[in-house]
């Protein structure tokens, strides 16, 4: 989802204040200027095809075939590369209901994870399932939370590492299970609701809470080893982002718009960096939150905010490599030597990984009704699968783009609402807002 949600009050009026003017002192309101209205956080950076790298062909490696989806983004890096499945859809193999879909109390916002023949979900009422990847058929299902408590709550996720399935919870609660049938390791209660999917790596388990705080886990007992707090915000986007990891260390992002490196073994941070906008045209883009999982290929981080900002930081030295005035809220996709991103504008954006250099820019349908422009399209994605990238609107179409130039190959059916996707063994997942799980082969 891309709504913002919370906003705070003062913001709100604000926001309102600046949009009625002196209507409130009894003004005619004046009639809006002609014109189209853009984007200013779009157009005033450097958007556009470089012709640098207008010749260079867009070579996304060999596809390999990814044994598991074992953690939201693939894995720790957030970086699967280019995965072997299908470019298209058409049939599902299978498909299931995972349980209570996504309502206005209790948005879901935890994604599948695949792992040792198993497709784990949690709806949102916390259920934890476990399917088998042949034909769907449900092994098990449990209870994460008491069925009622004095108030509603929302998010979390599933992680799957070292013979485990850890989960957390709206309620502030992290636990081990056993994958066989769903019985309790441990369980840990944090003092916030997480939102997020845990991050399971170098024997710990991680997981950020609503007030920015991450904290740190022994994997095998539970025992809270150490915390971080960033800036608490009172607004934020629905939803937030798992915290990366690579070689001894857990990149977090925070709704204030930070990212910091921290040591797995104490906490104690390497480089943090802020991609807050330094101009806040309104409230929505005020909102700095990083929702977009940050990525990792080892030597660049690269992290997406809301509020207009695309960074790749220098894994070692936490410098900037580069930076591009473009925001969004869905995971950058990479591949081969280049970055696949979807823009606040629907926008599918190719950059070059090293020096951020933009090959191209497709634009897709941000509305159902493009002349009234209502009935607005949010996007999902992107994912490069078997030599395609593959986006997936909120209005039940596809596209299949061409990596080479960005131009669309193919418009197909899709299931509505897809906010979750996961590819293992060939197989590609889709995860609904209604609480449904495709399989495709």
């Known amino acids: 989802m891309t709504f913002p949600r919370h906003i705070a009050p003062a913001v709100l009026a604000a926001s309102l204040l600046l949009s009625t003017g002196c209507t409130w002192f009894g003004e005619a309101e004046p009639p809006p200027l002609p014109g189209e209205r853009i ?44 995965v072997e499945g299908p470019s298209t859809i058409g049939r599902a193999a299978w498909n299931v209901d995972i349980g209570s879909s996504a309502g206005s109390r209790r948005p879901l916002l935890s994604g599948p994870v695949v792992a040792d023949g198993r497709v784990f979900t949690m709806d949102s009422k916390f259920r934890v399932s476990a399917y088998g990847v042949d034909k769907g058929k449900r092994l098990w299902r449990v209870e994460r939370e008491p069925v009622k408590r004095d108030w509603e709550a929302f998010g979390g996720g599933l992680a799957f590492a070292g013979g485990k399935l850890y989960v ?45 705080q991450l904290f740190a886990l022994d994997a095998e007992t539970g025992e809270r080893k150490w915390r971080h707090a960033g800036f608490a915000e009172t607004a934020m986007l629905l939803g937030a982002a798992a915290p990366a990891g690579i070689d001894g260390a857990v990149i977090v992002p925070y709704s204030s718009g930070e990212i910091f490196a921290l040591r797995t073994s104490d906490g104690r941070p390497s480089w943090s960096d802020n991609l807050a906008a330094v101009r806040r045209v309104d409230a929505a883009s005020a909102l700095a939150d990083i929702r977009a999982l940050p990525v990792t290929d080892g030597a660049l981080v690269y992290a997406i905010s809301h509020s207009g900002r695309t960074v790749a930081i220098d894994m070692r030295t936490g410098a900037r490599a580069w930076e ?20 606040n504008e629907s926008q599918i954006i190719a950059l070059s990984r090293r020096e951020g250099k933009v090959r191209w820019i497709a634009q897709l349908d941000r509305f159902e009704d493009p002349e009234d422009k209502e009935n607005p399209i949010h996007w999902y994605g992107p994912a490069v699968i078997g030599g395609t990238i593959l986006v997936f609107g909120s209005h039940g179409k596809a596209v299949a783009l061409d990596p080479a130039d960005g131009s669309i190959k193919e418009t197909f059916r899709s299931p509505d609402d897809v906010m979750a996707i996961a590819v293992a063994d060939g197989t590609l997942y889709l995860q609904t807002e209604d609480a449904d799980l495709y399989a495709y082969r």
């Not at 598991?68 to 890096?77: D, N, T, V």
């Not at 992290?174 to 997480?194: R, Y």
């Not at 950058?332 to 970055?339: F, K, S, Y």
């Open 39 to 82: 984007s200013v956080l779009l157009y005033e950076g450097d958007l556009q095809p470089d012709p640098q790298v207008a010749g260079e062909p867009v070579s996304l490696g060999a596809a390999v075939r990814n044994s598991a989806w074992s953690q939201a983004g693939g894995g720790p890096l957030h970086a699967v590369g280019h």
């Open 324 to 343: 591009r005035n473009v925001g969004g809220v869905q995971t950058p996709w990479i591949a081969g030597a280049w970055l696949f991103m979807v823009s």
């Open 168 to 212: 957390s919870t709206g309620y502030g609660r992290l636990a081990a299970m056993n994958p066989e049938d769903g019985t309790a390791i441990w369980q840990h209660d944090l003092p916030g609701p997480v939102r997020a999917a845990p991050l399971v790596m170098d024997g710990m388990i991680f997981a950020v809470t609503v007030d920015n």
